[in-house]
């Protein structure tokens, strides 16, 4: 079974337990009657994070970058 198959199920199995034992109305991305969504759901949420991982990049370089040229100038 792929990953997203597996992440996907345990999903379901969480939103069905909300429902069952917990009378609650699980996430969308939880809820197994909104498995047809899924993909769409899935999009929405790597736009989402997607300018997160930007600046995460870009500070990355801004952090790292000194570290490598002062590595470059002990070794």
Known sequence: ?????????????QGDIEKRDL???PFDVMDRDKASE???M???FIDG????YKVT?????VIIKPI?????IVG
């Open 57 to 61: 990049v870009s500070l990355l370089g």
């Open 49 to 52: 994070c997607l300018p997160v």
């Open 68 to 72: 490598i040229l002062n590595s470059d």
């Open 1 to 13: 079974m792929q990953v997203a198959e597996l992440i996907a199920s345990e999903f379901f199995e």
């Open 23 to 25: 009378n609650m109305k």
């Open 42 to 44: 899935q999009i929405g």
């Open 38 to 40: 899924l993909p769409r």
